[in-house]
């Protein structure tokens, strides 16, 4: 225990230097100039909320409160190098949650950095760009997805716990905790909400057909409807009649953008849970939780292969977004699978050999999809342009 407790200390060390690090870069971002040395959504964003006074996300309200102080840079960089280092935090928990405490802590620490840094398999053949083409869960340019990816993970730790109890019924505390994560998340970004809410619903429904007593279902389900409040606004802000947006059904177009090899992108985006989904595709009949997380991802995948904005924002892609959250989510529960099936053997994993050409391979997969992110985030750091 000693022995771990050093590693761990070791790990969050290395991780408050990456976070220090990261307020560097975000405040870098800051500075519109000319060239766009440290290009990044982020002094679009501070533009929008300070000068124009539009906004639709909750950190507009913050970037307002930051600016009205001379230290609205560093304040704004220092708030995103928080949540940033936070989500590691938050990572961890979560693995935390779904391994049950069969996996020692420094080992979920870890892989809660690796889950933060892994980005696509970048083989140049299918795209030369190492971001946009392919589609990531670790994003480092767009503050509204660095927050929401944050929230996003605390809303599914609640869901996570709450989902144990909820048939036995829940305190007005925990439906209000649960509630307010629900429009929290939203008011900083409602992607993940989108693809969330569906296969919530669906687990539900499941539920009821199971014998769960529809009071209890009916409860439960009603912790969204706060939240929709945040999502009627936000449309009434982004979609309303004088901005010219909309949305619209078009197939292939959000997926496609910017990319030269759409299908091989899409794969190498999810090398690491597609090979291990490959060989323990069972488990999707074994493990709900898994089926959740890939469940969720291929609503993600729907929604950005079939809807896209029109308008001034066509061209944005932001239903990507959400898209980006479910890859981060099949990476985590398929770290969690890797992890389960070295501990817990199973079928032909029971044979050694079986088993460690497995995990060697699996890990040479995340390995370098972390290397890639690694590579891109220092490059980041120098000032490369994120379209690299």
């Not at 670790?138 to 996003?152: A, P, V």
């Not at 279902?217 to 936000?234: K, M, R, Y």
């Not at 595709?281 to 029109?310: C, H, I």
């Not at 924002?313 to 992890?339: P, T």
């Amino acid at each position: 225990m000693k022995k771990n407790r050093i590693i761990q200390t070791a790990l969050w060390a290395l991780i408050i230097v990456y976070g220090a690090l990261c307020v560097f870069l975000y405040y870098r971002q800051t500075f519109h100039v000319e060239g766009m040395p440290y290009e990044s959504d982020l002094p679009y964003h501070i533009s929008m909320a300070v000068d124009d006074h539009w906004f639709y996300s909750l950190t507009a309200i913050l970037y307002q409160l930051f600016y009205l102080t001379p230290f609205g840079n560093f304040l704004t960089a220092l708030f995103l190098g928080c949540v940033t280092t936070g989500t590691i935090g938050m990572t961890f928990l979560l693995f935390r949650e779904i391994t049950d405490g069969s996996v020692p802590e420094p080992y979920l620490l870890l892989f809660g950095f690796l889950a933060n840094i892994a980005m696509p398999f970048f083989v140049r053949a299918a795209h030369y760009q190492r971001y946009i083409g392919y589609q990531s869960p670790s994003i480092w340019h767009n503050s509204t997805y660095i927050c929401m990816k944050f929230c996003g993970i605390l809303t599914l730790l609640l869901y996570l716990r709450l989902e144990k109890k909820y048939r036995a019924g829940l305190s007005p505390r925990e439906w209000i905790l649960l509630a307010v994560s629900f429009v929290l998340v939203n008011a900083v970004k409602p992607n993940f909400f989108l693809i969330f809410a569906p296969v919530m619903a669906l687990f539900l429904l499941r539920d009821l057909i199971t014998g769960t007593p529809f009071s209890k279902v009916f409860l439960f389900g009603l912790t969204v409807v706060p939240s929709l409040a945040v999502i009627l606004w936000q449309n009434l802000v982004l979609f309303g009649d004088r901005t010219g947006n909309g949305i619209e059904i078009r197939y292939g177009y959000t997926l496609t953008l910017h990319s030269t090899h759409p299908k091989a992108t899409l794969l190498l985006s999810i090398a690491f849970p597609l090979f291990v989904l490959v060989f323990l595709w069972k488990e999707l009949l074994r493990d709900r939780w898994y089926l959740f997380s890939w469940l969720v991802w291929g609503t993600s995948l729907v929604q950005v292969t079939f809807l896209s904005e029109t308008g001034a924002r066509a061209r944005d892609g932001n239903f990507m977004w959400g898209y980006s959250f479910g890859i981060f989510m099949i990476l985590v529960w398929s770290i969690a699978k890797l992890l389960e099936t070295l501990k817990r053997p199973r079928g032909i994993f029971q044979n050694r050999a079986v088993r460690l050409s497995f995990a060697a391979a699996a890990f040479g997969i995340l390995i370098y999809q972390c290397w890639c992110g690694i590579v891109f985030w220092v490059r980041l750091c120098e000032g490369t342009t994120y379209w690299m």
